[in-house]
Each structure stands twice: as C-alpha cells, then as structure tokens.
C-alpha cells in the first residue's frame, strides 16, 4: 500500500480560479474544493478574454488557496506536495498559477507537480469511483469534445474529437441566436423542454463518416438558417417556434455523440476490460438528454456508466490535486511538465485537432 498523499491543487486554465486540497488512502477524500467563477466579468463580450481572465486568476488565486487550506482545516506544512495546471489552457491563466505555484513550492520545498488539464478531468473517474484502467472517457465541454481511452495516469489514447466546435460551444452559440441566456446550454435544455424535436430535421454532422470524430458547426449554421427563414417569412420567431430549435439543435447533438460514443466504445471493448466503464466529463455532460442517451448505450452494451457529480465534471481544482498524486504515485512527475503551455495534447501520437475553442486550444 502507498502511503496517503495530501495535495494541494491550483486550476486556472480558463475562466474559473481554483484550489482544493485532496488526500490519497483506500478511497480518495477531498478535503476542500474551491471554486471562483468569472462568468460575470466576461458576460458583455460574449466569449471569455483572455487578459481579463489572467487578471483575475492573479488576484484571486491566493486567496482560493488560503480558503481551501482554512475549510481543510489544514496548514500548508501539512501538504506532501503541490500541483498546479501547466496546460493546455489560455496562456495568461496557466502562467498565473505556475507562477503561483513555484512560489508556494520555493517558499516550503514542497514538491511541485505540472498536471495537464485534461488529464485531470481524464482521472475523475478514479478520484470519485476507484474506476480501474483501462476506461473509456468523453470530455464534452465549451472547449473539448474528445473520446480517450485512459490506459494509466500518463498514457491516453484519443480516439477521436471534434473537428470544429465543442459541443457546449455549440449549445451557447445556438441560444445566443435564440436571444437566449448564456451559458446557453442549460438556457437551450430548459427551452427544449416545450419543444417539437420532429418539426426541423437538423444535420446529423459526420454520421456517414466512418470513426469518432465529431463536428458541430454545421448544426450552428443549420440553426441560424432556421431562425432567419422564420424572420424572413413571418417577421420573427415565437416562444414556441424558439423551443421547437432548440428540441431539435439537442435532439441533433443527443444523437451525434451517443452515436460516436457506441463507436468508441466498441473499440475500447477490444481491449477486454475488467471492469469496463464508459465515463463522462465536461459541462454538457449536465445536460439531462444527453445524460439519459449515454445511460441507454450503456444499458445495451452492459458497461458502467461513470458520470462524477456536476462539481467534479466542470473545472475544479481537486482533479488536479488528484492527478498530481497519481503522477506521483507512479512515479512520472516530470520537471519538464512545469512549463506554462498553451497546447497540450493528450496523446502526442494523434493527429493535431483545428483551431481554437471559445474557451482556449482544443488540444
Ligand atoms: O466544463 P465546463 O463548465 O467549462 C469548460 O468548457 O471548460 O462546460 C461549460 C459548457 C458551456 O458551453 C455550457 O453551455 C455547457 O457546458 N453546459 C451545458 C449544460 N450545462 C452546461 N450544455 C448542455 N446542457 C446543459 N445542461
Ligand atoms: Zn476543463
């Protein structure tokens, strides 16, 4: 048995400013977790900004770390390590909290752990149900959407991604042409609810393409179609015509990913797992359609279906406490992974993915 582990963890990636403190044994604990959303100083321009974000994380992250260290009711001489996220993320965030985080280590000699972002949404499943390598994972946020098998702490393989938007960036982008609120996930869900999925028959994108890749920009644009023929024959569009979009955009993306994802999981099933899980990630991960589409094809194929709850799925900073144990355990923390970068991907074998997202690199 290796002994337990007391971390502290630094998340500054995108828009929210975090720490938390987790400590390792027979199950994980998290002793704190704190959260600092930035949603409101980013409201009026639509997207997050990048120097505002920075800005932010470099006021905010000390005192996050003070107020998890003071819910943990621990001090900093009772942490066995510190890990922060080095990448990949939008650069001015990452760099506060390396910064931040080298100082803390300089200043106590603890040691220091760069934790990829994505690894750390990657090993929740372990943080919050012990679930055993190998698993199969969907990242589907406002800046990921990526299938990835999870052999070990360092080694992932992605089997596919989007090749345009996330999905979430598909949700926010589909309620602002609605006039809806942002997030516009949970604003398009809710919408939804009313709505006629049949009345717009919205593209199924890459279906007919063999493999897990996705695209969701496409459906944006079929959206935006739909809203401007109703403009231009009627003069505008009602509550009911708003949620007949929207039934259908969801219907769309529900379809798309339960569709990719019994792919992955076919693939991943070669592996002969011993205890086989498809787990999920990410803010659209909320979404209740969704949500119910993935438990139906886990149902079918008589695999576990680990979706951590909401607080551990979006940004947080116990992943990243976490993962730096686990990097540590396995003895593959490595000096080199203390850099601030922008991309990061993954599995370095697959193919680069386009562009960037709303919310930063789609590595
Ligand atoms: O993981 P997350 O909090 O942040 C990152 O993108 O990193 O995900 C936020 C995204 C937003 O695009 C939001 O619209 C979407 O998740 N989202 C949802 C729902 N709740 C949040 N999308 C669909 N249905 C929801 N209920
Ligand atoms: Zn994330």
């Known amino acids: 048995m290796t002994p337990p582990l007391t971390f502290l963890g630094i998340e ?13 044994g027979d199950r994980a604990e998290i002793l704190s977790s704190i ?9 009026d321009f639509g997207g997050v900004v990048p120097e505002i974000a920075a800005r932010a994380h470099a006021e905010r992250l000390d005192g996050c770390v003070e107020r998890a260290l003071a819910d943990a009711g621990i001090g900093l001489g009772q942490l066995d390590g510190i890990a922060v996220t080095a990448g990949p993320g939008l ?6 909290g390396v910064m931040l ?26 943080l919050t149900d012990m679930q055993p ?8 946020s406002g800046g990921h959407c990526q299938f990835l098998i999870a052999h070990g702490p360092t080694r992932f393989e992605r089997l596919g991604g989007t090749i345009d938007d996330a999905p979430g960036e598909a949700f926010d982008k589909t309620a602002k042409i609605l006039g809806l609120s942002q997030p516009g996930g949970p604003a398009v869900e809710a919408a939804a609810r009313d709505g006629d999925a049949r009345r717009f ?5 890459l279906l007919d393409r063999e493999g897990c890749d996705l695209s969701f920009s496409g459906l944006k644009t079929a959206v935006l179609r739909a809203r401007d023929a109703l403009v231009a024959t009627k003069g505008g569009i009602t509550t009911q015509d708003r949620a007949d979009i929207c039934a259908g955009f969801q219907a769309a993306v529900v379809d798309v990913l339960v569709e990719k994802s019994r792919r992955a999981v076919l693939r991943y099933l070669e592996l002969g797992p011993a205890v086989p899980a498809l787990a999920v990630a990410g803010g659209v991960a909320a979404n209740g359609p969704v949500r119910t589409g993935l438990e139906m094809l886990c149902a079918d194929v008589g695999i576990r279906l680990v979706a951590p709850p909401m607080a551990l799925c979006t940004d947080n900073a116990a992943m990243i406490a976490w993962a730096g144990i686990e990097l540590v355990q396995a003895g593959a923390a490595r000096d ?19 562009g960037f997202g709303k919310k930063g690199a789609k590595a």
Request: net charge positive; hydrophobic share 50%; glycine share 10%.
């Open 133 to 140: 390598f190998p698993y199969l994972m969907l990242l589907v």
């Open 12 to 24: 500054s990636s995108c828009d929210d400013s975090a720490a938390a403190i987790v400590r390792s």
């Open 91 to 96: 650069i001015g965030g990452v760099l506060s």
């Open 336 to 354: 080199e992974d203390l850099v601030a970068r922008p991309r990061w991907p993954l599995d370095p074998t697959a193919p680069g993915m386009l």
């Open 35 to 43: 959260v600092e959303g930035q949603a409101a100083l980013h409201r």
């Open 201 to 205: 028959a919205f593209p199924r994108p």
């Open 101 to 126: 985080a080298r100082g803390l280590a300089a200043a106590t000699g603890l040691p220091l752990v760069g934790v990829n972002h994505l690894a750390g949404h990657a090993l929740t499943p372990r």
